[in-house]
């Protein structure tokens, strides 16, 4: 059952038991976060202390959080539909659009919707090819799938293989989906130190591919440090058997084994230290691209594709500590940047943490060319507690494209799905939200929204656990966008909603 509540700010006062005092503290002093939940066959769970499962489940029979997988919503949103995973049991991953489908990653695979009716979608293909993070995007009738654990070899009949094995395989995967009822794998290109993510940056005969990947570990033989640049890869849209990584463009020089990106711990403690990028968004109308990039955010030009040059170079070493993502508003003058604090599978989105950590940055972008300086105004983090077993940290959003305003849809993992307005940088505030209830309130289980993106009148979410989730938004502010039509979205490559 759907319940639903009239917009407004939640503050859970939840305390601060034994498990959410220990999380703090880690999270203040840890290393490089890790970047994804648990890549294996399901969502990870551990342990949280008696006292906290109590406080959660106080804190549910009082009415301050919602019941386990309990739906709740601002009442501006409608929730249509919920389409549970199916074959590929896996964690699912982020999403991509063109025409009436919707491609859905998942650490096993990836799922095509027919979205043609939203309030039904329906299930076109699945597709077994097992490799975290299957992050997915989409151009003509190629579609593009991210490998970051050692695989066996490049087949999706590979198996698992220890990292520190030098015959292991890790990078791009293509397929045909001219047939989007039976996509057809048709080439695969190795990378230094896989996909972890990738963005694409599409021309008439090309399709260049901006792969982000970083070194955890120099135990690793096929990604040591220092790591910090990316892989470019050309994909020749007819002859996509011919792809090829043709550059990779250092984007933090610098002298030392650790080049010039953030140091982090032990010089900058609880920072990331910046050993790769972890996702890149780049506007191609305006030759622009930011890059979210562990312990640093930069903003670079991609006038040439395959040399990509930064133009600046920003740190947060008081409240950030892991740099996952980044999203610019319409009119190119700010990025709002992701802060993925306890990579994902902590709780931190309660009043231990605070309202700063694990939350968005906004920067303008002020000047011209090469001049230009990305410029901090404020931070935005959702306004409703969560339990100390829901993992929850800001993640992957897009703009709703609405003329004179800046308006962002986000997932926030088991804080679910927010709405929120950053018109004035320093001011931003939630305009709409949905949520469930823990998964769980006996253990930290890993869930929640992975992406929520806009596209074409609706919002839809990944869940990790429940599946895909479909939204419609009634308010004034967001109705403008129900104008905007694109034949293709892939977020990370952000189009020129207005052109």
């Not at 930064?310 to 996952?324: L, P, R, S, T």
Request: aromatic share 8%.
């Amino acid at each position: 059952m759907t319940l639903s509540h009239a917009p407004r700010t939640r503050r859970r006062r939840l305390g601060v038991g034994a498990a959410a005092a220990g999380l703090l503290a880690a999270l203040l002093t840890a290393g490089p976060a890790a970047a994804t939940p648990d890549p294996g066959d399901g969502p990870a769970a551990r342990e949280v202390s008696k006292s906290a499962a109590t406080e959660a489940g106080k804190a549910i029979a009082s009415g301050e959080i919602p019941g386990q997988d309990e739906i709740v919503h601002s009442a501006n949103v409608d929730h249509l539909a919920n389409v549970p995973k199916d074959a590929l049991a896996g964690i699912n991953s982020d999403l991509a659009f063109q025409g009436k489908y919707a491609f859905a990653g998942n650490y096993d695979g990836f799922r095509i919707f027919d979205i043609s009716n939203p309030k039904t979608p329906k299930t076109v293909a699945q597709v077994l090819c097992p490799g975290s993070q299957n992050d997915v995007s989409v151009s003509g009738n190629l579609l593009f799938l991210s490998t970051d654990s050692s695989r066996s070899d490049s087949s999706c009949n590979s198996t698992t293989q220890p990292a520190t094995e030098k015959s292991s395989w890790e990078g791009m995967k293509v397929f045909d989906i001219t047939d989007k009822t039976n996509p057809k794998y048709v080439a695969a290109v190795e990378t230094a130190c896989g996909s972890h993510t990738h963005t694409l940056v599409p021309k008439r005969k090309n399709v260049y591919i901006y792969v982000s990947s970083y070194s955890p570990s120099a135990s690793f033989p096929d990604c040591q440090p220092p790591h910090d640049g990316i892989s470019v890869i050309k994909v020749p849209r007819e002859a996509p058997e011919k792809a090829a990584v043709v550059n990779f463009p250092v984007l933090f020089p610098g002298d030392g084994p650790d080049g010039g990106g953030n140091p982090g711990s032990p010089t900058n403690p609880g920072v990331s230290k910046t050993t790769g990028c972890h996702d890149i968004t780049v506007l191609p109308d305006k030759d622009l691209a930011a890059g979210a990039c562990m312990g640093d955010g930069i903003l670079f030009s991609i006038e040439d594709p395959e040399h990509p040059k930064v133009i600046d170079q920003v740190q947060d070493n008081v409240n950030f500590a892991f740099w996952h993502s980044a999203t610019f508003n319409q009119k190119a003058d700010k990025v709002v940047f992701t802060d993925e604090l306890g990579g994902g599978g902590g709780a931190t989105c309660n009043a231990a943490i605070g309202p700063d950590r694990g939350a968005d940055g906004i920067y303008d972008i002020v000047g011209k060319g090469e001049h230009r300086k990305l410029v901090f105004r404020g931070y935005y983090k959702i306004p409703r507690h969560q339990a100390d077993t829901e993992n929850c940290v800001a993640h992957n959003g897009s703009l709703i494209p609405v003329k004179g305003r800046d308006l962002m849809v986000q997932a926030w993992y088991q804080g679910g799905v927010s709405v929120w307005d950053f018109t004035d940088s320093a001011n931003p505030k939630e305009i709409a939200y949905f949520e469930r209830g823990p998964l769980t309130t006996d253990k930290l289980t890993v869930g929640g929204s992975w992406s929520a993106y806009y596209y074409n009148g609706y919002i839809y979410s990944n869940d990790i656990a429940k599946g895909l989730d479909v939204l419609k938004l009634n308010d004034r502010r967001t109705d403008p966008a129900q104008r905007v039509r694109l034949r293709e979205l892939n977020v990370q490559t952000q189009p020129d909603y207005f052109d």
